[in-house]
């Protein structure tokens, strides 16, 4: 018999949900030694050890002396997902476009489970921070303090907003980040009249981006794409409206190319 749990409507495997929770071990320990493992998951060391072996031999982990390490085909399937994502495929030339007029970083993100996940930065000749950006591309993040997160919450329908801020709160990073329901309401109102997103040292003091969310034919949004730099240039006057402009025209072209390319696909074929 299958070792499973029933929750609900949801059914799942323990040895699975098990599996991914070495998985993510090793991910947050930089590798591991199977007594480690062993205690920072509260498993029997056998239970580990099984594991491990499985995910050895389907060739997800590698062993090193005693140390056992995510391998290489995370990466391979990683790259597999990124290049079949249509907001990637076609943003990702705008992206570059977007970091070498402006200089700055420029990023392209979307949703998934509620959360902000990074598909593709570009560092500008005078962007700053590059090791906290690179940081950002492993991991998930919440969407109610960066500029590319508040262009999607804004563009969402309100019930999946609700299910959001429920599921994960309204988490303070900076002394700037919205935590109240009322005030990031207003926020997102501002968002959907301009066309576009602010984040004002809400993540990371001194640093300031803008942003817009790239919507398909439908209306439905896609993700959203941003320029991030450092306050004192962000906020001069002549810059903003520069960033501003470049980074909606940006939107739009994406917009109009995923839109175009969706068209192709409905035109009839000879047979």
Not at 132 to 139: D, G, R
Not at 190 to 216: F, S, T
């Amino acid at each position: 018999m299958a070792d499973s749990t029933e929750t609900g409507s949801s059914r799942t495997l323990k040895t699975v949900t098990r599996a991914f929770d070495v998985i993510q071990a090793l991910e947050e320990l930089d590798g591991a030694r199977v007594t480690e493992l062993a205690d920072h998951l509260g498993m029997s060391k056998s239970a580990v050890y099984n594991h491990l072996t499985t995910l050895r031999e389907n060739k997800f982990v590698v062993q090193e002396g005693n140390t056992y390490s995510l391998s290489l085909q995370f990466l391979l399937l990683g790259e597999y997902v990124r290049n079949q994502n249509k907001l990637y495929s076609i943003g990702k030339p705008e992206i570059e476009s977007l970091a070498d007029e402006t200089g700055e970083y420029a990023h392209l993100a979307t949703e998934q489970h509620g959360l902000s996940v990074n598909l593709y930065k570009v560092r500008g000749e005078k962007a700053v921070g590059s090791n906290y950006q690179t940081s950002k591309l492993q991991k998930p993040d919440y969407l109610h303090f960066s500029a590319t997160g508040k262009s999607i919450l804004a563009s969402l329908p309100p019930e999946r907003v609700d299910a959001i801020v429920d599921r994960y709160g309204l988490v303070r990073k900076t002394e700037n980040t919205i935590t109240d329901r009322e005030e990031l309401d207003s926020e997102l109102e501002q968002i959907r009249e301009r066309g576009y997103a602010y984040n004002d040292e809400e993540e990371i003091e001194g640093l300031k981006a803008i942003g817009a969310p790239v919507l398909d034919r439908n209306g439905r949004v896609l993700g959203a794409v941003s320029v991030s730099g450092p306050t004192n240039r962000m906020n001069e006057t002549e810059y903003h409206d520069m960033i501003v402009e470049k980074v909606t025209n940006a939107a739009n072209v994406i917009e109009v190319n995923i839109n175009m390319a969706e068209r192709e696909a409905d035109h009839p074929k000879f047979i």
